[in-house]
């Protein structure tokens, strides 16, 4: 029973890498169209808000709907399609694991990682019913792709059951809410990416050709914020789950383990990002950066914390 | 507004004048910049960025022997790291300089931001201002009023209901409605962040109340909560003797569950249970259990189960065959497979002090080269090797001894590495003699031993109590949009307003919104 399981697990996880790599294929396919059709003079739209903005709030239009033809490629639709294919592969493959396991499929760095990108894409996916997201395909296809490939090489290992200190429903709790929060930060990042590239073409400085069909850096920053706004409560709440069970399993709700610092730091990270929006001089670019920066602490602590660092959060079963 | 936040908070107009400053005018600018926006910023981010060391090399508080490793590794390294108290990073002067800044500053802000949230929780909506069209949201909606005011006045009476529905605070002018709404955003927020101190303070002031302590219990041995019944024992700045609840805990029974049909992971162990017989003044005593992650809670401590290891139940008799020394000795796990080193010291009743270093093996087995190993954790083949030395072991001189450790440098060797007899080997139930006409020692059972760890702590409670306020004042300061909204009758139309306090993407959404609803409504009161 158990192996037959495991074996349709790894089936699943390689199809979804191959349908991965073809969405991925296609979203970069939609994204060369769009700077070869862009037209030239789009951009300046929404140059003179900052100064009507001045002295009273925030003056916000998140622009949703752009009026361009972008969103009715077809490469991008054929992307948006494999997608979906690949993410319910993807996510049986992580069905499957946990059958095979008989428990939830996160206890070791290849589960975590194989669930991780399930759930990323998945936020992905359901986000498109809230924004029209799918310029940031490539970048959250393709950063899941060679996760999921990392990990399917060189995380690899057997179901093995659970140590006595991960046989706790907070395991179920704590780690699901971290990856959702991974989630959000991973599209903010995106955003942000996007965001930084828009700022210089908008200034003038040059850039892809199809950051004309995208928002403006001002509505990207603002669909950023929302979205890290999400992930930042999230994180706070794994936070503070991950003190409860620390307490029960370990006898202290904090004690600056490896993982906790760097929890810890993203978390800080986070707060001044959200704290640098309301800051003269950190909006814009500045606080694009620090999400990130931010992100990139979360996929350090996921990575070379989980592998290298020596702390109580062994778990990544290499 | 801008007076109480930050002078460089986004929404506050650029600053002007530079006047020149006294001594007071000094400390007052100085205090300005410690508690401006980008003075918090720039701490916070100094945080972030000085937590970063703490994880890169061990810490004093969670790894005390990776500190000593490192200092024999990296001795030169380790003392300017160590002069930097780079291993005690989370309590340095350093790190705590930036977050008691860091906190005097959300301090200086949270406070002058109370006094003008109270003033404003009290406050009527504002004057509808005079050019509704120059706001963020703004529409409008045809309206004619047919008969002189008197439809203009159900039109304002309209949108004042309708408001008034929505949760609006609404103030009704002659030809208008001002509202406002969303006051918890600022309520949230400030919870948030004197909940953010109030952690702080219990973590900081409320652990100096509390100590943990450790013992390790054999079975069938109990751990009375005295000072003197700990292995080892820490308290807190505050901790004063008398504040130790009396308990009794007896070690019944101790069970490992071994992974036995997975071939991946054969041997592993997935439970530890520490079956205990609690006793506490005033009631009857009460058999329970303890595993990894569900601790007991008893007398308001909290006792957990973080290690388990094999006691050898050990037998000494002089050569008349009387017993001299008996004890269960904890034996320390080596290895997975739990190889375990134990130490036996009998001062007394034989013709000299002796001393024994043991190895056990609860499976045991034979390497490549030879030497002895445990291949299986559980008991399976059992064996016991004793290396023995006589001599002088300098517990007669009064100065505390380890009874993990052995000094064997001044011990002469008379089994085992040293000497010209083998070690001494014994399974359970067998008895052996001691080198030179010593006398004999004898295994008769093998146990189990818990590590127990007895942890008190009062401000526990408190600290997840702010937790909790952290999340709710998160919550409603980030997702409670506060917004001002007007409703004006103008010649021929309606206008509807909006004006965002604060992030507020569903602004414009909610603007337009509250028109089609009005115009709705109005239509419906005009026609009936």
Same mark, same amino acid.
């Given at each position: 029973m158990t192996p037959s399981l495991v074996t349709f697990s790894l089936i699943a996880v390689y199809s979804a890498m191959a349908v991965y790599t073809l969405a991925f294929i296609a979203f970069t396919v939609d994204l060369a169209k769009r700077s070869s059709a &862009?037209?030239?003079?789009?951009? &300046? +739209? +929404? &140059?003179?808000?900052s100064a009507a903005g001045r002295a009273t709030a925030l003056l916000e239009r998140v622009v949703t709907d752009q009026p361009l033809a972008a969103g009715r490629s077809r490469a991008l639709k054929a992307a948006m399609a494999l997608t979906t294919i690949g993410w319910a592969l993807h996510a049986s493959a992580a069905l499957f694991r946990g059958l095979a396991a008989g428990r939830v499929p996160w206890a070791n760095m290849f589960e975590f990682s194989l669930t991780a990108t399930a759930i990323i894409v998945g936020v992905f996916l359901a986000v498109q019913f809230w924004q029209d997201l799918r310029f940031l395909g490539a970048f959250i296809v393709g950063f899941c792709l060679i996760l999921l490939g990392l990990a399917s090489v060189n995380f690899y290992v057997d179901v093995i059951p659970l140590p006595d200190a991960l046989q706790s429903a907070w395991l179920v709790i704590h780690v699901f809410v971290a990856i959702l929060g991974t989630s959000f930060f991973a599209l903010g990042a995106g955003l942000s990416v996007t965001q930084l590239l828009q700022a210089r073409r908008e200034a003038g400085r040059g850039g892809p050709g199809f950051l004309a069909t995208l928002p403006s850096a001002e509505a990207l920053e603002n669909l950023a914020y929302r979205v890290i706004l999400i992930g930042f409560v999230f994180w706070t709440f794994t936070l503070i789950a991950g003190a409860v069970w620390a307490e029960r399993a370990w006898g202290r709700y904090w004690g600056w383990d490896t993982k906790e610092v760097w929890t810890f730091i993203i978390w800080t990270i986070f707060a001044g990002y959200i704290h640098a929006r309301a800051t003269r001089g950190w909006r814009g670019s500045r606080s694009a950066v620090l999400a990130i920066i931010g992100f990139s602490a979360v996929m350090f602590n996921f990575t070379v914390v989980n592998l290298f660092f020596k702390g109580l959060h062994a778990y990544s079963g290499l | 507004m801008s007076s109480s936040r930050p002078s460089d908070h986004y929404d506050s107009p650029e600053p002007i004048a530079q006047p020149k400053l006294g001594v007071g005018g000094y400390l007052r600018f100085f205090w300005r910049q410690l508690t401006s926006m980008r003075t918090a910023l720039f701490l916070l981010l100094l945080l972030a960025f000085a937590a970063i060391p703490g994880s890169l090399v061990p810490q004093r508080s969670s790894d005390p022997n990776g500190v000593v490793q490192y200092s024999t590794e990296n001795p030169d390294l380790y003392k300017v790291l160590d002069w930097f108290g780079v291993f005690n990073t989370y309590g340095s002067v350093w790190f705590s300089a930036i977050y008691l800044l860091l906190f005097v500053s959300l301090i200086g802000c949270v406070i002058p931001r109370t006094r003008h949230h109270f003033i404003a929780l009290r406050a009527r909506p504002p004057k509808t201002p005079a050019r509704l069209e120059r706001l963020a949201a703004f529409t409008s909606r045809p309206f004619v009023a047919n008969t002189g005011t008197a439809d203009a006045a159900t039109a304002v009476d309209t949108a004042a209901r309708l408001l008034k529905k929505q949760g609006y605070r609404i103030e009704v002018f002659d030809d208008s409605v001002s509202a406002e709404r969303g006051y918890l955003r600022e309520t949230g927020n400030l919870v948030f962040h004197t909940a953010l101190i109030g952690v702080l303070i219990s973590v900081g002031v409320g652990g100096g109340f509390g100590y943990t302590g450790q013992r390790v219990v054999v079975e069938g041995q109990k751990f009375v909560n005295v000072l003197g019944d700990y292995d080892s024992f820490n308290p807190g700045? $505050? $901790?004063?003797?008398?504040a130790l609840d009396p308990f009794r805990i007896a070690l019944d029974k101790f069970t490992v569950k071994y992974e036995l049909e997975n071939q991946d992971a054969i041997g592993q162990a997935t439970n530890f249970t520490a079956s205990v017989t609690t006793t506490e003044p005033g009631s009857d005593p009460r058999q329970t259990e303890i595993k990894v992650n569900s601790p007991l809670d008893i007398g308001g401590s909290q006792v957990y189960l973080l290690g388990n290891g094999y006691a050898p139940t050990l037998v000494v008799r002089d050569p008349d065959g009387n017993v001299v020394w008996t004890d269960s000795v904890p034996f320390l796990p080596q290895d997975a497979n739990l190889t375990s080193v134990g130490v036996i010291k009998v001062p007394d009743g034989l013709a000299e002090q002796v001393g024994m270093v043991g190895f056990f093996y609860p499976t045991a087995a034979e390497t490549g080269s030879g030497a002895l190993t445990s291949?299986?954790?559980?008991?399976?083949v059992p064996l016991l090797t004793l290396r023995v030395y006589t001599g002088d072991l300098g517990l007669n001189a009064g100065e505390p001894r380890s009874v993990y450790a052995l000094d064997v440098a001044t011990l002469t060797p008379v089994a085992g590495k040293g000497s010209d007899l083998p070690s001494l080997e014994l399974s359970p139930g067998e008895k052996v003699d001691l080198p030179n006409g010593l006398g004999s020692i004898e295994l008769t059972d093998v146990k189990r031993f818990a590590s127990l760890d007895i942890h008190h702590d009062p401000s526990q409670v408190w600290v997840l109590a702010f937790a909790l306020l952290v999340v709710a004042g998160l919550l409603t300061s980030l997702f409670i949009p506060r917004r001002r909204v007007w409703v004006k009758v103008v010649a021929g139309s309606i206008e509807y307003a909006g004006l965002a306090r604060g992030e507020d993407p569903t602004l414009e959404a909610a603007v337009e919104d509250l028109a089609q609803k009005h115009a709705a409504a109005l239509s419906l009161r005009l026609k009936s």
């Open positions: &862009a037209p030239v003079a789009v951009a &300046a +739209t +929404t &140059a003179s808000s | 700045r $505050f $901790f004063s003797g008398d291949a299986y954790p559980d008991l399976v």
